[in-house]
């Protein structure tokens, strides 16, 4: 969508687009947090359980490869299709809810939601790429993410208390989650129908033509799969940290919403914007390593600050980073491609994610038993450190 386009459309899917975040706003506490939560506390289930868990979000976005091919091969709208995985997700946390005492189910239900949540991820980047202006998809969609993360926030917190107060009885949260998927499901139906051209055979790997083709998208692949290993070594062990009394804390449900949830909610909630600004008026790479500096003191702090005072204020600098690192998560491969070809990146991007995803929680948690999540931390922040010098010519050939 260039700069001339369609006012009224672009009103109505930002509308909407407000509308889903709130139900979505509350489902991420799902992934970040009390799925996990109850894992640990409720379950006790093994280490190997906890990383299947860990890991189900990526291997979601390592499927989604595949979804933009599927859907040209089908022919059905962009609308359509996201609204198929998300009552799939629905149906995931209905079976949590229905898990009774078995762990087994519980952990297959949010595993599957987690993963159908995340099979859907570059058919939302085709939205934005079609109804939002070039001059502001940055800041609509940050201000879609405040709202997004004010939800969040206030979920966090409400969830953590309500868990504290009933233990074991989580169920009813469960299906709270499934009838938010239902909702967003709803919103995204309602959106003008964005549609890919149809192709007469399904070509499972055709994207990563680009991929050969395009240098500079090559290159930041190779720099975000550093950045991203890096990151996800420490966020797969954030809510053990504080959960699993090996570690010092054990923290209640109540505490570990508020670090884990709330407190960098509330961060995105003042700095989503003013990145999603930054993102419409800065150099990309300039930006990226920006956030890159951010998440590496976030990680730093926590870890290795050994107090509840030192996980507050990393959360905060890993809020700092999160908020922008959402805005060029979601929006970079909309600088990168035209807008026939945004799907196709964007699957390229989340599956390479979904990879470094698969594989971080499986060495987080096998290691910090043996060399502590301090050390886990360190690690992580190397690779992050890496990522950003990768990015020096290209940053200086921005100036």
Known sequence: MDDSA?????????????????????????????????????FDVPVGMKMTIAAAASVG???????????RRIGCSVNVA????????????????MSGGSAWIYVIGVCMAAMLLMVGMPLMSQVYRKHYPNKVRGKLFSLAGMLRAIVAAAAGLGIGIWLTNHGANFHGLFWFY???????????????????RKTKSLQLFDAFGHVARDAAFRKLLISWMMLGLGNLLCFALFVEYITHPDYGFALDAKRVGMITSTIPMLVVIVCVVP???????????????????FFLIGMLVYYLGGSYLALCIGMVFHGIGRSGGNVLWSLWVTRFSNEENVGEYMSIHTSFTGLRGVIAPVIAFSVAGTIGP??????????????SLMLIPEMRAES
């Not at 709130?22 to 992934?31: D, K, N, R």
């Not at 996201?82 to 809810?97: K, L």
Request: charged share 10%; hydrophobic share 55%; glycine share 8%.
């Open 275 to 293: 990145w999603g600004m930054v993102f419409d008026r800065m150099p990309f790479y300039r930006v990226r390593v920006m956030v890159n500096s």
């Open 61 to 71: 976005l390592l499927l989604s490869l595949f979804t933009v091919q599927i859907v």
């Open 374 to 387: 301090e050390t886990v931390a360190i690690a992580g922040g190397s690779l992050v450190i890496l990522s």
């Open 82 to 97: 996201s609204v198929v995985v998300w009552i799939g997700a629905a149906a995931g946390f209905a079976t949590a809810a």
């Open 178 to 196: 499934s009838g938010c998927c239902i909702a967003m499901a709803g919103c995204v139906l309602l959106m003008a129908r964005v549609q890919l």
């Open 6 to 42: 369609d006012i009224g459309q672009q009103k109505r899917t930002f509308l909407l687009e407000l509308l889903r975040s709130i139900p979505q706003g509350v489902i991420e506490t799902s992934g970040t947090t009390f799925a996990m939560y109850v894992a640990i506390r409720v």
